[in-house]
């Protein structure tokens, strides 16, 4: 069954510093997200993507955010200075069309000392 | 803003029982859906219900849905130890023509053997 992958499983970056969680979504899927989801909360939409541009985002989404879809195949978010409340598990997911079901990849567990 | 809030939010029962768990939201939907997550793990998409259906099965799995009351639930029957897990109910929100999921706060549940 197609798999949406992401990696690292698991990456600890000093405050600050610049991170990027990569991404592959199911091929020939159209629509791409980030979620993610602080220890004990909810899971939290960050970011839609559709041909080649953000769709929507939220107020999470801000300027330390960005993602990229740098080829057919990869989808990143970069976090530019990450703070201590960036750390989360943050999931990436496709789906073929709105108002379909998504696949969710395994998540990204960021923690940020 | 509309959510997906889950009740119980948590529930042990004995394997061979059925779990039922129940959702409300707050909006209008397109389509609801609900999610299982295994601790510590991604999100695995279990079924999706749209605004003009009542009642949806996948294999052990039964959903309903009432959009008149907002509300929603999952009935997992003859229950088994590996449906251990977190049970999200997830809304859609086609707002600025985009797609984004709202996740509530789940539901824990235990299946004791």
Avoid at chain 1, 17 to 30: A, D, K, W, Y
Avoid at chain 1, 85 to 98: H, K, N, T, W
Avoid at chain 2, 9 to 30: F, R, V
């Amino acid at each position: 069954e197609p798999e949406v992958t992401q990696t690292p499983s698991h990456q600890v970056t000093q405050m600050g510093q610049e991170v990027i969680l990569r991404c592959v979504p199911i091929s020939n899927h159209l629509y791409f997200y980030w979620y993610r989801q602080i220890l004990g909360q909810k899971v939290e939409f960050l970011v839609s993507f559709y041909n080649n541009e953000i769709s929507e985002k939220s107020e999470i989404f801000d300027d330390q955010f960005s993602v990229e879809r740098p080829d057919g195949s990869n989808f990143t978010l970069k976090i530019r200075s990450t703070k201590l409340e960036d750390s989360a598990m943050y999931f990436c997911a496709s789906s073929l069309d709105r108002g379909g079901g998504y696949t969710f990849g395994s998540g990204t567990r960021l923690t940020v000392v | 803003s509309q959510q997906g809030e889950e009740d119980p939010q948590a529930l042990s029962i004995q394997e061979g029982e059925n779990a039922t768990m129940n959702c409300s939201y707050k909006t209008s939907i397109n389509n609801l859906q609900w999610y299982r997550q295994n601790s510590g793990r991604g999100l695995v998409h279990l079924i999706l219900i749209r605004s003009n259906e009542r009642e949806k099965h996948s294999g052990r799995l039964r959903v309903t849905l009432d959009t008149s009351k907002k509300s929603s639930s999952l009935l997992i029957t003859a229950s088994r130890a590996a449906d251990t897990a977190s049970y999200f109910c997830a809304t859609d929100d086609q707002a600025g023509g985009a797609q984004k999921l709202v996740f509530g706060q789940g539901t824990r549940l235990t299946i004791n053997p």
